[in-house]
């Protein structure tokens, strides 16, 4: 079965800096990887999500991941930290198209000023 | 853009009585899902929906659960005596297809009491 482990449960960052959450998974086939965000009294957003083609995926708001297959790692990333990107990130995985997603904790991020 | 809803957004309930958490998925959505995250704990895949029948659930999808799609808009996740434990974050989402990205909704925050 496939699992994530998000290290982490609070990252707070300076305004301007490096944002780096972590994300190791575990599945015994290759998995499809997800960043979802989660703004305060809202849903899920898809950040960015990994399905076998570029190792290193761009997505919205300045995010990255890079899929590290020797390292189960799916490492998300920003260079510099904007205030609104305060909010909860959740890393999922899942095997197929038709499997349901796996959820890590998530990590709360906080940016100060 | 379009979006899931979810209401009620909180809901408080005592134990033993029945919920129904309605959702509203995007309206060209084939596919539709239940998670939900126990406070401090993951988010969890309780029930996915195709075709007016259940394609998939969890071991938390027990015989107290069931999921109806009323209409041709709605999609209801119903509790018939909740417990205590059932108190959590549940979120509704749905997909265009198998191998589409899940749009989450902003959640309905249960509380049983």
């Known amino acids: 079965a496939q699992s994530v482990t998000q290290l982490g449960s609070h990252v707070s960052v300076s305004e301007g800096a490096l944002v780096l959450l972590r994300c190791n998974y575990s599945?015994?086939?290759?998995?499809?990887l997800f960043w979802y965000v989660q703004y305060p009294n809202q849903g899920l957003q898809l950040l960015l999500k990994?399905?076998?083609?570029?190792?290193l995926v761009k997505g919205i708001n300045g995010f990255e991941a890079e899929f590290k297959k020797s390292e189960t790692s799916f490492h998300l990333t920003k260079p510099s930290a904007h205030m609104s990107d305060a909010a909860e990130y959740f890393c999922?995985?899942?095997?197929?198209?038709?499997?349901?997603?796996?959820f890590g904790k998530g990590t709360r991020l906080s940016v100060i000023a | 853009e379009p979006e899931v809803t979810q209401t009620p957004s909180h809901q408080v309930t005592q134990m033993g009585q029945e919920v129904i958490l309605r959702c509203v998925p995007i309206?060209?959505?084939?596919?539709f899902y239940w998670y939900r995250q126990i406070l401090g704990q993951k988010v969890e895949f309780l029930v996915s929906?195709?075709?007016?029948?259940?394609?998939?659930k969890s071991e938390i999808f027990d015989d107290q659960f069931s999921v109806e799609r009323p209409d041709g808009s709605n999609f209801t996740l119903k509790i018939r005596s909740t417990k205590l434990e059932d108190s959590a974050m549940y979120f509704c989402?749905?997909?265009?297809?198998?191998?589409?990205?899940?749009?989450f909704g902003p959640g309905t925050r249960l509380l049983v009491l």
């Open positions: 599945s015994s086939v290759p998995p499809y």
């Open positions: 990994y399905t076998s083609a570029a190792t």
């Open positions: 999922a995985v899942r095997i197929s198209g038709n499997t349901p997603l796996v």
């Open positions: 309206s060209n959505h084939l596919y």
């Open positions: 929906f195709y075709n007016n029948e259940i394609s998939e």
């Open positions: 989402a749905s997909s265009a297809g198998q191998e589409e990205t899940q749009y």
